[in-house]
């Protein structure tokens, strides 16, 4: 596993939190970064994508003007910003590449995953 996601945790509903996505293997500035959440019981769906051609995009409703993607060129670190956290928004959270600069919107396309991080929201 070469990309390594990190800061989950546990936060009640209104809460913050900011995922990271890093490597030491590649530089991630030649890769579109797609983050993606697998809810209980729930298939994984993508949730954000920063490549290179157009700005980041965010694929479901219920996170958008929450979740924010960012990338540190400086330390090859892709983020999600995750702001006023819900219960629903509980579920393991996966950073993936794919080479290029697009951001396809099916997890199938893209080819290399992070471990995961769980995100649980509850009070």
């Known amino acids: 596993v070469q990309l390594q996601a990190s800061g989950g945790g546990s936060v009640h509903p209104g809460g913050s939190l900011r995922l990271s996505c890093a490597t030491s293997a590649f530089t991630l500035e030649h ?22 051609v157009a700005g980041p995009t965010y694929w479901p409703d219920s996170v958008k003007g929450r979740f924010t993607i960012s990338r540190d060129k400086v330390k090859n670190t892709v983020y999600l910003q995750m702001n006023t956290l819900k219960p629903e928004d509980t579920a393991v959270y996966y950073c993936a590449t794919v080479i290029g600069g697009l ?20 009070s």
């Open 31 to 52: 890769f579109a970064i797609g983050w993606f959440r697998q809810r209980p019981g729930k298939e994984r769906e993508g949730i954000s994508c920063l490549g290179n």
């Open 103 to 122: 951001c396809p919107f099916g997890p199938s396309e893209y080819d290399n995953w992070g471990q995961g991080t769980l995100v649980t929201v509850s």
